[in-house]
């Protein structure tokens, strides 16, 4: 399984953002798709994950009201919304995915990684 981020840019803060994540190999029919974000001296964070069967999403509390995470399945492709981007945003975006279709939180339980895109926000 080979993911391709991308989307990610220079902005501003307030800006808007969508960034997309294609999956391509066999990852099977029903699996869940993360994003997650990472900035240097930080641990990785969640950021939200979706399921291929039945489009379960969830949204890490604190981006919530601004980032929406949603799915193409014919298209194998998550999409990451983000609005009023705001400084502290600034991190590399990276998709994932869980084969077992576990939905979890915890980065340990995505086999699969992508090589992540640069989102960086000046204030």
């Known amino acids: 399984v080979q993911l391709q981020a991308s989307g990610g840019g220079l902005v501003q803060s307030g800006d808007f953002l969508r960034l997309a994540c294609v999956a391509s190999g066999r990852t099977g029919t029903s699996y869940t798709q993360a994003w997650f974000r990472q900035t240097p001296g930080k641990e990785r964070e969640f950021v939200a994950k979706?399921?291929?069967?039945?489009?379960?999403?969830a949204v890490a509390d604190a981006v919530k009201d601004r980032f929406t995470i949603s799915r193409d399945n014919a298209r194998k492709t998550i999409y990451l919304q983000i609005n009023s981007l705001k400084p502290e945003d600034t991190a590399v975006y990276y998709c994932?995915?869980?084969?077992?279709?576990?939905?979890?939180?915890?980065?340990?339980?995505?086999?699969?990684w992508g090589q992540g895109t640069l989102v960086t926000v000046s204030s």
């Open positions: 979706v399921t291929t069967r039945g489009g379960t999403v």
């Open positions: 994932a995915v869980d084969p077992s279709n576990r939905f979890g939180s915890d980065g340990y339980v995505y086999r699969y």
